[in-house]
């Protein structure tokens, strides 16, 4: 069933104080009108710029930068209005940084629930992952990978190879369980981070209040009192797990928990909410960020792809039906290629008109006639013969055989008077007899199936 888009009711605010200016800043959520995306704006600016929650726009870190304005520190933002399936949001802050508050989502995620959540009209669209995605990185021992799946997933491990943190996972199943299970979750920081932090002036906004603290190291009372005195606290001790007592861990797992949050907040910097399947090892922003670009990029390429290119149905085939004949050995009513349009040294674009009058049409969905698959299959295949045969010099001295098909999808039904067209390209050389080619089918610009094939041309 089809969903619709959703913003929210009424505007509301949410204030604190940047992690890295310190200044006191004012987050304002505002409704949006449909397909309008997460927006930002500086109100304490004149321009009147908006700045897009798009990872092109990303400058370094999790800054965003439009027409030379910058928004800092955006995850925790966009990981909440992801984790509630809000779609459009404008989002004005009086200053460049938003609010660190406890160093999670939570009060980003009730602001936006007291103001309300409601549908809009536009239908919304997906990120769907139709292939693997994989980045890398071998160095930091850095791996996300974006799988098929019906459903936004996510998984996450963290290791840090340490005594105090140990190997931690974490998974959402589905994005409804984000507000209870992960939108709490805390951001955590090493102590000797947080010492560099600290005497370089970086955390302007830190305290001890919004960060786990993992001791790494032995600790004198003298630098515990010394810490305590700088984030203006009474008292700090180190509990038995290594972290200090100035929070108490909501899961045993909320380090993991928090890096999953920074993934879903990262990711909706890809424009659009995901249909896939996440699996993050030691991810962080900057890997995010990368692997954000590359969703996006394949999102753009499919979507260019399913455009689909334009075919003129109405001039003159290469072949017609009778100089098809001439080539291929099917005949009625196994012969499923009405005409070929056009071909190149290394692709073909063959022609299906689909008529009630089939045959199969009789015993399959008679009340509701869809193409079979299996056909639609053939007649890619028996288009790719027409290539595969103009590949050799006396073509009525061979057959084409198809060795195999892989990655078959079938995106939407094919019905009586639609007028299917295939467009087949090599993936690689002929060798051996043996002809590697994508096949792609349309009907008007909209994909219907595709497949990839193997076959062999063999002498009679």
């Not at 005497?199 to 004198?220: C, H, P, Q, T």
């Not at 198809?402 to 390209?425: A, E």
Request: hydrophobic share 40%.
């Amino acid at each position: 069933m089809s969903e619709r888009q959703r913003t929210i009711r009424e505007a509301v605010s949410v204030s604190g104080v940047g992690l890295h200016t310190g200044n006191e800043v004012i987050l304002t959520f505002k409704p949006a009108p449909d397909n309008y995306g997460y927006k930002f704006r500086r109100v304490d600016l004149n321009t009147g710029t908006l700045v897009d929650a798009d990872v092109d726009n990303v400058s370094r870190g999790t800054r965003i930068e439009q027409d030379g304005v910058r928004i800092d520190t955006v995850e925790h933002v966009l990981a909440a209005l992801a984790g509630l399936e809000i779609d459009n949001a404008l989002i004005e802050m009086n200053q460049s940084e938003s609010p660190i508050l406890d160093g999670s989502s939570r009060y980003y995620v009730e602001a936006l629930e007291s103001a309300g959540i409601i549908e809009q009209k536009a239908l919304r669209s997906y990120c769907e992952i139709t292939s693997n995605i994989t980045f890398v990185d071998t160095e930091k021992k850095v791996e996300l990978i974006a799988i098929p799946s019906t459903e936004f997933r996510v998984s996450v491990m963290i290791d840090y190879e340490s005594k105090i943190l140990r190997s931690q996972n974490a998974t959402l199943n589905h994005i409804k369980r984000f507000k209870d299970d992960f939108a709490t979750c805390r951001t955590f920081v090493f102590l000797h981070e947080l010492e560099y932090l600290v005497n370089n002036n970086l955390i302007k906004g830190g305290d001890l209040s919004n960060a786990i603290v993992f001791v790494d190291r032995e600790m004198s009372r003298e630098e515990l009192d010394r810490l305590a005195h700088l984030f203006n606290k009474p008292k700090v001790e180190v509990l038995r797990e290594g972290i200090l007592n100035n929070l108490e861990l909501q899961f045993p797992n909320e380090p993991a928990r928090h890096k999953l949050l920074d993934v879903v907040g990262d990711l909706a910097l890809v424009g659009m909410p995901i249909k896939g399947h996440i699996i993050a090892t030691r991810p962080g922003h900057y890997s995010n960020v990368q692997f954000a670009r590359m969703i996006k990029k394949q999102m753009l390429k499919e979507r260019r792809h399913e455009e689909g290119p334009k075919f003129d149905l109405n001039k003159t085939p290469l072949y017609n039906i009778n100089q098809i004949k001439e080539i291929l050995p099917h005949r009625p009513p196994f012969l499923f290629i009405d005409k070929i349009l056009e071909m190149g040294k290394d692709y073909v674009v063959g022609v299906k008109n689909v008529t009630i009058n089939e045959t199969f049409f009789v015993g399959h969905f008679p009340d509701e006639p869809v193409l079979p698959g299996v056909i639609q299959i053939e007649a890619m295949a028996q288009t790719g013969g027409i290539l595969a045969l103009n590949m050799v010099d006396d073509p009525q001295n061979y057959n084409t055989l198809f060795v195999k098909i892989d990655s078959v999808k079938f995106r939407n039904k094919v019905v009586p008077g639609d007028t299917i067209v295939f467009f087949n390209q090599l993936t690689a050389p002929m060798r051996r007899g043996l002809i590697c080619m994508k096949g792609v089918a349309y009907v008007g610009s909209k994909i219907v199936m595709e497949a990839e094939m193997m076959a062999q041309i063999q002498r009679k």
